[in-house]
């Protein structure tokens, strides 16, 4: 998809995939399935990976460490957050 995805090596992608599967399943609800894409490089310069969430589009910011730094939903079906997870984000 972009010709970025090469500057991450295996375990970098691998682990920034498990960090954004990881996050969905915990702060959101009724999740049943999650394509998360390899992540590339936004014109920023920081780790960025798109994906779905029960067919729903998200795109996520990652920080340095492979925790989310910002979520960008792009649909109004997007499953609801958590109660418990809307406050502060829960563990993930």
Known sequence: MNSNTEKY??????????SVTSY????????NSIEVNDPY???MGSITVRGKANGEDFS????N???IA?????SEN???????????ICEY
């Open 41 to 43: 490089e936004a014109e």
């Open 60 to 63: 996520v910011r990652l920080n």
């Open 24 to 31: 969905i399943e915990n702060n959101y609800n009724d999740i």
């Open 9 to 18: 090596d295996e375990e970098t992608v691998k682990e920034a995939k498990a």
């Open 78 to 88: 997007f499953p609801q957050k958590k109660e418990e997870c809307k406050e502060k």
């Open 65 to 67: 460490d492979l925790t």
């Open 70 to 74: 910002v979520m960008s939903i792009q």
